[in-house]
């Protein structure tokens, strides 16, 4: 079965400065993606980033990035320059194939809070 | 463009009574899933629908219960409302060809008391 795990329930960082986000996965699927949402304070989860399985480069959006280390499976993801605004909860998830639909499985999720 | 769109935002309810939580997708979208997401927790899967079908289901009692209509818009129906079922609703949907992304909505909180 395919799981998440979120290490960190809380994170802290400094305007301006980058911070990585932990996310590790277990899965038997030869092919899956891994997604990572941000859900503010209102609720919505906002599509960040997806990563395929047998995609050769690490994703980016922005200033965004997935760290993809397939052998340690695990899909961090890396903020840049962060911004006030960018204080949220943030998820990882992966993409499970079941009877030939797709669903998400989510971790638990990261609070991240920018400082000025 | 319009997002994925949710109705109602708020909603307080009885243990016991049945309640309804509708979802239209994102434009161009044909399947809905609906997620429940308990306060300090990740989603968890509900369900989903494709061509007015229940394509998937999470590990949910039948007192979860769904539609989607010929536009593609949802309905998530809970009967017998317990107090556990308190959690912020997410209505997500995408194009069954392209699942690289899922647009979630703005979720409808419901509370149980």
């Known amino acids: 079965a395919q799981k998440i795990t979120q290490t960190q329930p809380g994170m802290f960082v400094q305007e301006k400065e980058a911070v990585t986000l932990d996310c590790t996965y277990d899965?038997?699927?030869?092919?899956?993606?891994l997604f990572w949402y941000k859900q503010p304070s209102s609720g919505e989860m906002i599509f960040l980033i997806y990563q395929g399985s047998y995609d050769q480069q690490n994703a980016t959006e922005g200033r965004y990035s997935l760290n993809f280390q397939k052998a340690r499976k695990s899909a961090n993801l890396v903020i840049s320059a962060s911004q006030l605004g960018d204080s949220a909860m943030y998820f990882c998830?992966?993409?499970?194939?079941?009877?030939?639909?797709?669903?998400?499985?989510f971790g638990k999720g990261t609070k991240l809070t920018v400082n000025p | 463009d319009a997002g994925v769109t949710q109705s109602p935002t708020h909603l307080i309810k009885t243990r016991g009574q049945q309640v309804t939580l509708r979802c239209s997708p994102k434009s161009g979208h044909d399947t809905v899933s609906w997620y429940q997401q308990a306060l300090g927790q990740g989603p968890q899967f509900i369900f989903q629908y494709y061509e007015e079908e229940e394509r998937q289901r999470g590990n949910f009692p039948d007192r979860f219960s769904g539609h989607q209509f010929p536009n593609y818009s949802s309905e998530l129906n809970v009967n017998a409302l317990l107090l556990g079922d308190s959690a912020l609703y997410l209505c997500a949907s995408s194009f069954t060809q392209g699942f690289h992304e899922q647009y979630f909505g703005p979720g409808t909180r419901l509370t149980v008391t």
């Open positions: 899965t038997s699927d030869p092919s899956y993606g």
């Open positions: 998830a992966i993409r499970r194939l079941q009877g030939g639909s797709e669903k998400l499985v």
